[in-house]
């Protein structure tokens, strides 16, 4: 059982260079999010997505968009670098109920660098 | 004012010291609340829920004060591997797609 997987783990991009980061989980969870971290602010909601289909905005979604096409995988994709989007963004996942409903599970995070 | 407010820290103590946080929330409507764990460079991990009535895992404890809106976590006979950032959780609503609000941190640092 991997839980959440993210990959890549680093990457540095030129400004204007498009990326996808790729979230799976092996744990049948619906929902699914991604967040980025930078110092100070704490984490902040990108997308999410509450099942295989559908997704949402989040708190900061400019820049990126994101794909849920099958359960375990959820897609985020920045199709023009900018230097704003260096950061740390982790992948998480929550099952909708059961005894650890309350808890997201995060992947161990991909740092990347816009130059 | 944020959603979820922490001091930041650092927060320095020797072994064996028993350190309290805080952290207050805007929304009073807030119905769920937790205490998260990031290791320097690692992903954040679930420490423990807090409950209305508080509650105690080992040397942690969690409380909620409704009424003031704030959480707070004591560690009690801190050891030096508790050294990590912890973070406030709230979730606002009482159900659907639970998205949460984080706090920015509160940083301990055990010292030998």
């Known amino acids: 059982n991997a839980g959440v997987t993210q990959t890549p783990k680093f990457r540095v991009l030129k400004t204007g260079q498009s990326m996808t980061l790729l979230c799976a989980q092996d744990?049948?969870?619906?929902?699914m999010y991604w967040y980025r971290q930078d110092p100070g602010m704490g984490l902040r909601l990108i997308h999410y997505?509450?099942?295989?289909?559908?997704?949402a905005k989040g708190e900061v979604p400019d820049g990126y968009n994101v794909s849920r096409l099958k359960k375990q995988n959820f897609l985020l994709g920045l199709e023009s670098a900018a230097p704003s989007q260096t950061s740390v963004y982790f992948c998480?996942?929550?099952?909708?109920?059961?005894?650890?409903?309350?808890?997201?599970?995060f992947g161990p995070g991909t740092r990347l660098t816009v130059l | 004012r944020k959603e979820v407010e922490q001091d930041p820290g650092p927060f320095n103590v020797p072994e064996g010291a028993t350190v309290a946080f805080n952290c207050t929330y805007s929304?009073?409507?807030?119905?769920?609340f937790f205490w998260y764990r990031q290791d320097c460079r690692k992903e954040p991990k679930l420490l423990m829920s807090?409950?209305?009535s508080g509650n105690e895992d080992g040397r942690f404890t969690a409380q909620l004060n409704r009424a003031s809106q704030y959480i707070s976590l004591l560690i009690r006979d801190s050891k030096l591997s508790d050294s990590a950032t912890y973070l406030c959780v709230v979730n606002p609503n009482s159900g659907g797609y639970q998205k949460v609000t984080f706090g920015t941190g509160t940083k301990l640092q055990v010292i030998p």
């Open positions: 998480a996942s929550k099952p909708p109920s059961g005894s650890s409903y309350n808890e997201q599970f």
């Open positions: 929304n009073s409507a807030s119905q769920s």
């Open positions: 744990m049948n969870h619906e929902y």
């Open positions: 997505s509450v099942g295989e289909g559908t997704t």
């Open positions: 807090v409950y209305s």
